[in-house]
């Protein structure tokens, strides 16, 4: 048998262009589905690398069960706030936090600890991260696994973040 691959992890925050990619050119559009797309979101949550959910997806699919994983780092969402109703586990965390024990999950994160086979959503500031992050999670098996492609930037257009 092969040996088992070692998930990858990240573990320095290095400047905003490297870690997050490019800024979007003003009036470029975050994602390719237009207001008619949302009801496509719930079928498109799933492993096979489709393109990632708009901001009307995203609010959709939070009416639902959806874990929305956060994937910034602690300092960005203490500063900057976060979309309501999601949890904040740096990408750096990511891998480690998806194969600890239900019970130490529930007490780090205060949450249910996904399955591999739950809905969950990967955001980050601007779509780099919470990628990465989709594809972490593929890896290790999960399969109902989504990333909201505008990230906090895009949110912020439409609604205020949640403060602490």
């Not at 956060?70 to 309501?84: M, T």
């Not at 919470?130 to 593929?138: E, G, R």
Request: net charge positive; charged share 25%.
């Amino acid at each position: 048998t092969r040996p088992k691959a070692t998930p990858p992890t990240l573990s320095n925050l290095t400047d905003r262009e490297t870690y997050c990619g490019p800024r979007r050119r003003p009036g470029a559009a975050a994602s390719r589905h237009g207001p008619g797309a949302a009801g496509v979101a719930s079928r498109r949550l799933c492993a096979g690398g489709a393109p990632g959910l708009s901001y009307q997806e995203l609010k959709d699919l939070k009416k639902t069960s959806v874990l929305h994983i956060d994937v910034r780092e602690r300092w960005e969402v203490d500063r900057f706030g976060k979309i309501p109703a999601s949890i904040n586990i740096p990408l750096g965390e990511l891998v480690e936090a998806l194969q600890m024990d239900p019970m130490e999950f529930k007490e780090q994160y205060n949450q249910k600890m996904p399955s591999k086979s739950d809905p969950v959503v990967f955001s980050c500031l601007a779509g780099t991260r919470s990628k990465q992050a989709l594809s972490f999670a593929m890896s290790l098996g999960f399969s109902r696994v989504q990333q909201y492609a505008g990230g906090f930037e895009d949110w912020v257009k439409h609604e205020p973040p949640e403060k602490k």
